[in-house]
């Protein structure tokens, strides 16, 4: 069961000294040509996200930094993070894959832009900038993690399939109800591929540009 802290009307104390201050953006020295990065750093023993923000000049041709491809979700319930010492709330499928990566996929906590965060959703100027570079942030990311939600044990043989070094494309291209019920070989992998493409992720329209764009995609899953 989560035991995640959730938005409340009231702050939370979250240490002797009372409760942290709510998270104020600071303006990008230019949000043209600047980003914002976030750096994963713990999971606390309540479970609360611990997290660095960081400003980053973007240079097209640099690589050095990581995007998230996900799906928003539903805007209730949201869950209180910790960002800079300070209390920023996400929603619970951006939650869950903070809570994914900094306990199975470490390598997916480090210099990563997640566009929920790391724009300034209440400066419309801002948005409206860093909106319209977005094809830029996802083409130059080292990697794109395209996280598609928490672990199904109904995906396991799709993801089996999908990691064989030389597999065969044709199960994973081929998710059709109109497969021949003959595909006896195949037949437990289509069934699992259909339930991982029913996720909320792959009806998003703006993955179609984030994963073309990306050079580097790789699947997760809690």
């Given at each position: 069961?989560?035991?995640?802290?959730?938005?409340?009307?009231?702050?939370?104390?979250?240490?002797?000294?009372?409760?942290?201050?709510?998270?104020a953006y600071e303006p990008l020295a230019s949000p043209q040509g600047c980003i914002r990065?976030?750096?994963?750093?713990?999971?606390?023993?309540?479970?609360?996200?611990?997290?660095?923000?960081?400003?980053?000049?973007?240079?097209?041709?640099?690589?050095?930094?990581?995007?998230?491809s996900y799906c928003w979700g539903p805007s209730r319930p949201q869950y209180r993070i910790?960002?800079?010492?300070?209390?920023?709330?996400?929603?619970?499928?951006?939650?869950?894959?903070?809570?994914?990566?900094?306990?199975?996929?470490?390598?997916?906590?480090?210099?990563?832009?997640?566009?929920?965060?790391?724009?300034?959703?209440?400066?419309?100027?801002?948005?409206?900038?860093?909106?319209?570079?977005?094809?830029?942030?996802?083409?130059?990311?080292?990697?794109?993690?395209?996280?598609?939600?928490?672990?199904?044990?109904?995906?396991?043989?799709?993801?089996?399939?999908?990691?064989?070094?030389?597999?065969?494309?044709?199960?994973?291209?081929?998710?059709?109800?109109?497969?021949?019920?003959?595909?006896?070989?195949?037949?437990?992998?289509?069934?699992?591929?259909?339930?991982?493409?029913?996720?909320?992720?792959?009806?998003?329209?703006?993955?179609?540009?984030?994963?073309?764009?990306?050079?580097?995609?790789?699947?997760?899953?809690?």
């Open positions: 069961m989560k035991s995640w802290e959730l938005l409340c009307d009231e702050p939370q104390p979250t240490n002797d000294s009372g409760p942290l201050p709510e998270f990065l976030i750096n994963i750093l713990e999971v606390s023993t309540d479970g609360t996200i611990i997290c660095a923000m960081k400003e980053k000049q973007f240079n097209l041709n640099s690589g050095s930094y990581n995007a998230l910790i960002v800079n010492d300070k209390v920023l709330y996400v929603r619970e499928n951006l939650r869950d894959f903070m809570y994914a990566a900094r306990t199975a996929h470490e390598d997916a906590c480090h210099d990563i832009w997640i566009d929920a965060i790391c724009i300034n959703q209440s400066d419309l100027a801002e948005r409206a900038i860093q909106v319209g570079q977005m094809h830029h942030i996802f083409s130059n990311a080292r990697i794109v993690y395209a996280w598609i939600g928490n672990w199904d044990m109904r995906f396991s043989s799709a993801f089996q399939k999908l990691e064989e070094p030389n597999a065969d494309s044709e199960p994973a291209l081929s998710f059709s109800p109109h497969l021949p019920r003959t595909c006896n070989k195949y037949s437990s992998v289509h069934i699992s591929m259909r339930h991982l493409f029913a996720r909320d992720y792959w009806s998003r329209m703006w993955i179609v540009q984030e994963n073309i764009l990306a050079s580097n995609i790789r699947l997760l899953c809690g």
